[in-house]
Every structure is written in C-alpha cells, then in structure tokens.
T-cell receptor, first 114, second 115 residues
C-alpha cells in the first residue's frame, strides 16, 4: 500500500504486505531528514534518518528514499506487521550537525489488518 | 531506562494556575528541545538549549512560557496563568553534538489538560 502523506493521511495495509509512506518537505535548504513512529499516547520514536548527500538508506525492514529534486521523502516498510500500526511523521532539519529545530510533516496513520 | 525522561506524565489543572514540567535528557546529551503536540498534528518546536544556553525560541512560546536548563542537564518548562488553549502534550527531546550526527530522541511526553 502507498500513501501521499498530506493528501491521504490514513494508509491501511494487510499484514505481510509492504507499506510506502510518502512525505513532501518544505525547505530546499534542509539537509537532514528523520522518520518517526508515534504510537497512541507515546512520544515519537526514531526509526531512520538520512542526510541530503544520500538518496537511499536501509535499516531493519525499513528503507528511506530521498528525492531532492522534487523535495520528496518516502519510508518503505517491508513485510508490515500489526506492531507497525502507528502514526508516522517525517521531519526535516536545516544545518545537519548544528542542532536546531525539526519541522514535522502532518503525519500518516498506518493501520495493519491481520 | 536511559532514554529521555519526563514528568509528570499527566497534569490536569484549572485555568489560571501555573504548571511546571521537568525533562531529564539522555545522559551526556548537550542539546535539549521542547516541542508541543496537539491531537492529530505533528510536534511543533518551542525552544532548544545547547548546554545551559537557550539558543532559539519559537513565536509559539508566549511570555507565559519559560524554559530553563540551569546546569546544562535537566530542564523545566513552566506555563504561567494557564489557558484552555495550552492543553496539549509537551515533548522533550535531546541530542548529542558530534560527528555521528544529530539524531534527536524524544521522551514520552507530558500531557496537560487545562479545565
């Protein structure tokens, strides 16, 4: 299943399928991007990050793709599990390694059907 | 547990009262951030510290809000004369300045309900 982030804030997939969550970021000067997972009533949990000098980074069952030309970020989750159900936020940061604020996107709610 | 710790986790207060939240960052993290999150929205930046210095404040941080990090370790966020619009989750996060990057880790948040 695939979402367009801001336009489709809810994504529903079957257990075992791959999920793709999309995010359009706002600032062409942003050079660091993070995906967070947030379960109900909890704080955002770091999933994976990527710097602007990369276009792909892989973690355990997750892959982040960055397309700077169109300012687009995606999170791919392989073999989606019920425990992946949560809201996923992308966040952008200017001046990697210099601190400063993260700017968060709207978020996409992922619902995994058993 | 060595993550970011926040307390209290939940606070219900009457309008007009003052409230204070505490955040203990991950040990040795020199940067500390405060964010606010309302239902259905992403976290919004409020302010951040590098060690004890408050380096940036959002326009969301009205004069009723004050944050401190006196010794460069834990931080407090105080809201004076609370209003119903202050009801939200207040998130603290921390990161370490270093070559490995600036991964920002969040705490579990402090829920504020103003009645």
């Amino acid at each position: 299943g695939e979402s367009v982030g801001l336009h489709l804030p809810t994504l529903s997939v079957q257990e075992g399928d791959n999920s793709i969550i999309n995010c359009a970021y706002s600032n062409s000067a942003s050079d660091y991007f993070i995906w967070y997972k947030q379960e109900s009533g909890k704080g955002p949990q770091f999933i994976i990050d990527i710097r602007s000098n990369m276009d792909k980074r892989q973690g355990q069952r997750v892959t982040v793709l960055l397309n700077k030309t169109v300012k687009h970020l995606s999170l791919q989750i392989a073999a989606t599990q019920p425990g992946d159900s949560a809201v996923y936020f992308c966040a952008e940061n200017i001046y990697y390694n210099q601190g400063g604020k993260l700017i968060f996107g709207q978020g996409t709610e992922l619902s995994v059907k058993p | 547990d060595t993550g970011v710790s926040q307390n209290p986790r939940h606070k219900i207060t009457k309008r007009g009262q003052n409230v204070t939240f505490r955040c203990d960052p991950i040990s040795e993290h020199n940067r500390l951030y405060w964010y606010r999150q309302t239902l259905g929205q992403g976290p919004e930046f409020l302010t951040y510290f590098q060690n004890e210095a408050q380096l940036e404040k959002s326009r969301l941080l009205s004069d009723r809000f004050s944050a401190e990090r006196p010794k460069g370790s834990f931080s407090t966020l105080e809201i004076q004369r609370t209003e119903q619009g202050d009801s939200a989750m207040y998130l603290c996060a921390s990161s370490l300045d270093g070559d490995s990057g600036n991964t920002i880790y969040f705490g579990e948040g402090s829920w504020l309900t103003v009645v």
